[in-house]
């Protein structure tokens, strides 16, 4: 008779045939190089993989591609639990309930779905590196206001705005020149700004530039986009007796 407190539910097995499971080509990446795999390694070496890895009927890895790999390089067994019908949608939850995924992480998922408006924003990541990943996405979805869109880049809806790639790279390029003379070029609320800015009827980007470069002092940090526009509009209207732009 089986005990009614506890009793057996799930098999774990183990195997040393780790070419056999299969890394979700859209899950995100193991980086062999890490600290995660270097503690990990030292647990694993000392106590053994004390937690199971979980596939489903595939042998794709939903939770556990961190302890297979650290396996592998250990020679020992992976140890693992099946469950039938898990996708890729079920590695994000599980993750999720551990560590929520990176921009990066879903970035990358993303492309190699084969997004192209996530590829776009990872060349364009790579072209401008001194800008960070968020920064790329606002200058591609050249959005100016500050609405909150984490929720739809995550779920895949990120799109490069229309108004192309070529007013992007424009606008990365000024950054890099603030950049020399203002340390929070990248935050999001002046990054959004900024492209207010950009978009506002009558701007001229030379008037800027030249205000800019005579008061280095111009832009200084703010605690939310409304105190950057006024900063940016103080700037770019100092010592103007007409032509002056309105932000606020």
């Not at 190089?33 to 270097?38: E, L, V, W």
């Not at 993750?95 to 921009?103: D, L, Y």
């Not at 880049?153 to 950054?175: D, Q, R």
């Not at 950057?228 to 103080?234: D, G, N, S, V």
Request: charged content about 25%; some cysteine; glycine content about 6%.
């Amino acid at each position: 008779m089986s005990d009614p407190i506890k009793h057996s539910v799930d098999s774990v097995w183990e195997s040393s045939d780790y070419d056999s499971f299969i890394i979700m080509k859209d899950n995100r990446n193991v980086v062999l190089n890490s600290r995660k795999i270097d503690n990990l390694r030292k647990s694993m070496a000392t106590f053994g993989q004390i937690i199971p890895g979980i596939v489903n009927e595939k042998n794709e890895i939903i939770d556990g591609q961190h302890r297979l790999t650290v396996a592998k390089l250990l020679r020992i067994p992976f140890k693992f639990i099946i469950y039938e019908g898990l996708t890729i949608a079920s590695v994000i939850e599980v993750n999720n309930s551990q560590k929520a995924w990176t921009m990066e992480d879903y970035m990358n998922s993303y492309i190699a779905q084969g997004n192209t408006h996530y590829m776009a924003l990872d060349r364009f990541h790579k072209n401008f590196d001194k800008l960070s990943l968020i920064t790329c996405r606002v200058l591609l979805e050249n959005r100016s206001n500050s609405s909150n869109t984490d929720s739809r880049f995550s779920e895949g809806g990120f799109v490069v705005n229309p108004k192309g790639l070529a007013f992007a790279v424009h606008v990365a390029a000024v950054l890099y020149k603030i950049a020399e003379v203002y340390k929070g070029y990248n935050k999001h609320s002046f990054v959004s700004a900024l492209l207010c800015m950009f978009n506002t009827e009558g701007f001229k980007e030379e008037i800027f530039l030249n205000h800019l470069s005579n008061n280095r002092q111009g832009i200084y940090d703010c605690i939310n986009r409304a105190g950057y526009l006024r900063c940016l509009e103080e700037l770019y209207n100092y010592g103007m007796g007409k032509n002056r732009i309105r932000l606020i």
